[in-house]
């Protein structure tokens, strides 16, 4: 074989290795929404979707049931990332600073105060739940659809190094475990792997995903939780506030508090999703979440997010 041939093969089976997509996660194995066990206690959960800007998401035919979320809660129309790429972002949103991340580094670790210490500061529960994570306390960069890049906790210290922390970041078994038992934490974290966050299988494979997940979310909330679903970046450098260059995104907050059909446009960054976070569970504003200009969701809700 020739040296181009050769060489040929060579990138071929490097594709082969690392280029092909993740595959839609199984549905969480739960009962029907209907049939969960409602929480008597309130809890806040994220769910981080990956790569568009507002305009593919709000309005668009590819996501029916983020626009019929849209339709029914509260939509901030402004809202807008951090920087590019991921990462920064979901440090940003778990610790109120990017780090001086400016890549998908897998390699890379912070010591950095984060929303872990605060939680665990006030004994507030919390799990990270990772779609196809194969064991806690894993930190590998891949493995299936499970990237370390969008699993921010296992890039703190004081997390991947504490066994009683890291075992706390666990896969979607333990949800649908917790969901089944009504056994959700106070806050809650959930990454869907690379397909079903819409990183490889695009706006329609992500929103297959959401309505497949949330409505077993939405019957957990509580009766003054709330569920906030946003993206992780754009795909322009559009901005607003104090820095913030990552895109406009959608930001779209559900539960029962929130005002029906409810539209916020003022300007809301990451920093103002995580100071939102902290103020209804009574924590400390983490670096950037204490800046005004970053915004807040909470004209969304009938009355101030607040969570026992």
């Known amino acids: 074989m020739s040296v181009l041939g050769t060489?040929?093969?060579?990138?071929?089976?490097l594709c082969a290795a690392g280029c092909a997509q993740a595959n839609p996660g199984r549905p969480l194995k739960v009962q029907a929404a209907?049939?969960?066990?409602?929480?008597k206690s309130s809890h806040v959960i994220v769910v981080m979707m990956e790569n568009e800007e507002a305009t593919s998401i709000v309005g668009d035919s590819a996501a029916p049931y983020a626009?019929?979320?849209?339709?029914?809660?509260?939509l901030a129309t402004q809202s807008f990332a951090i920087a590019h790429p991921s990462l920064p972002n979901y440090l940003a949103l778990t610790s109120g600073s990017t780090q001086g991340v400016t890549?998908?580094?897998?390699?890379?670790?912070?010591?950095?105060?984060?929303?872990?210490?605060?939680?665990?500061?006030?004994?507030t529960s919390w799990k990270a739940y990772m779609e196809e994570l194969p064991a806690p306390c894993f930190t590998g960069a891949m493995a299936g659809g499970y990237a370390k890049k969008h699993d921010p906790f296992i890039y703190y210290?004081?997390?991947?190094?504490?066994?009683?922390r890291c075992h706390r970041i666990v896969g979607f078994g333990a949800l649908s475990s917790d969901l089944r038992h009504g056994a959700l934490p106070t806050f809650a974290w959930i990454s869907p792997n690379l397909c079903d966050d819409g990183h490889d299988c695009g706006v329609s494979g992500g929103d297959r995903f959401l309505?497949?997940?949330?409505?077993?979310?939405?019957?957990?909330?509580?009766?003054?939780?709330?569920?906030?679903l946003t993206w992780d970046e754009g795909s322009s450098n559009?901005?607003?506030?104090?820095?913030?260059?990552?895109?406009?995104?959608a930001t779209i907050v559900a539960g029962p508090d929130v005002r029906s059909g409810a539209r916020y446009g003022g300007a809301v960054d990451h920093y103002g999703v995580l100071a939102?976070?902290?103020?209804?569970?009574?924590?400390?504003?983490?670096?950037?979440?204490?800046?005004?200009?970053s915004g807040r969701l909470s004209a969304l809700f009938t009355r101030p997010p607040h969570i026992g």
């Open 7 to 13: 060489l040929a093969l060579v990138l071929l089976l």
């Open 34 to 39: 209907s049939a969960l066990p409602r929480s």
């Open 67 to 74: 626009n019929s979320l849209i339709r029914r809660y509260g």
């Open 103 to 123: 890549s998908d580094c897998t390699e890379c670790h912070t010591s950095a105060i984060n929303i872990v210490d605060e939680l665990e500061a006030k004994r």
């Open 157 to 164: 210290d004081d997390v991947a190094q504490s066994s009683g």
């Open 211 to 228: 309505r497949r997940a949330v409505p077993s979310l939405l019957r957990e909330l509580g009766p003054h939780g709330y569920l906030v």
């Open 238 to 249: 559009s901005g607003c506030c104090s820095g913030a260059q990552g895109g406009r995104i």
């Open 276 to 293: 939102t976070i902290e103020e209804s569970l009574g924590l400390p504003l983490l670096g950037g979440a204490a800046d005004p200009h």
